[in-house]
């Protein structure tokens, strides 16, 4: 029986990379399939993961019609088994609903990937529609984890160091890593999401909280020296 599967959580979970296994098991199998994405962050017409690997995909846009594109195999003599969807959270809620066609009508296995909801912790219309019409969905086993060592639950999106709930929905980024971007991600806890407490943050707060109280006469704070005994 064919199924339109979700696999769906954070930032850096695994997802991309549970995609590419996915596919590669199916198509040792002998089972054709097609793979597609949308605004990978390798780039236009690939389905890439951080571990490394990296396959072709059809770039998704919001004129794409996957009911169309299979039928058009299917004319063409090409019989496709199963689909792979990266990225989603990106899909039009009508494309997700093509998806689900495909599988009621053509037994097409659908298994899409993709995050739940964006930095506001609002679910994106694809993953909502994904999650109205899937027969499934499925978190990945890899666990991203918050700075604290807690399940990641939460993307947080930080501009220029600091955490914004404000902003378009669709920012093209990474989890941060070394050389840091004026935008990028950071995935939470709950707790730590709601009270803004990115990694940086909480460096911030952690050494700030071991160097004072200072001693004064060692650094001496800019302006007029408060009074040792008076001051808060
Ligand atoms: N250098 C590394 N060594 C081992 N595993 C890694 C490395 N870099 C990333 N990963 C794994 O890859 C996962 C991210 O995979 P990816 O498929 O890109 O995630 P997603 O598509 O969910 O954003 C991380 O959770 C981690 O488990
Ligand atoms: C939270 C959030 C993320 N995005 C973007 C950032 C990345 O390009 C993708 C997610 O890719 P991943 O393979 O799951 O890491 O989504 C966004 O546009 N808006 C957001 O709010």
């Known amino acids: 029986m064919a199924e339109l599967v979700f696999f769906s959580g954070t930032m850096d979970c ?7 296994q996915l596919n590669h098991n199916h198509r040792a199998r002998g089972r054709r399939g097609l793979v597609f994405t949308k605004f990978d962050r390798a780039g236009a017409a690939v389905l890439s993961s951080r571990l490394g690997l990296s396959q072709e995909a059809i770039e998704v846009d919001d004129g794409l019609d996957f009911w169309e594109i299979v039928v058009e195999q299917a004319t063409g003599g090409r019989v496709i088994d199963y ?19 495909l599988v009621d009508e053509m037994s097409i296995d659908v298994f899409t990937f993709g995050i739940t909801a964006d930095f506001r912790a609002q679910l994106f219309p694809g993953s909502r529609r994904l999650i109205e019409l899937a027969d499934r969905t499925q978190v990945p086993q890899v666990e991203a984890l918050c700075w604290c060592g807690k399940r ?5 999106r930080v501009v ?10 669709v920012v093209v980024g990474d989890t941060a890593h070394d050389s840091p971007a004026v935008v990028e991600y950071e995935v939470l806890c709950r707790r730590h999401y709601m009270r803004r407490m990115t990694s940086h943050a909480a460096r911030a707060q952690s050494l700030s909280a071991e160097v004072l109280p ?3 006469d060692l650094c001496p704070l800019p302006g007029p020296r408060p009074d040792r005994h008076t001051a808060q």
């Open 214 to 216: 200072f001693d004064l």
């Open 160 to 169: 220029d160091g600091n955490m914004v709930v404000e902003g378009e929905q």
């Open 14 to 20: 695994g997802k991309s990379t549970l995609a590419l």
């Open 152 to 156: 990641a639950t939460h993307n947080a």
């Open 83 to 101: 689909l792979i969807c990266d990225e989603a959270q990106f899909y039009t809620p009508t494309q997700v609903e093509q998806l689900a066609r």
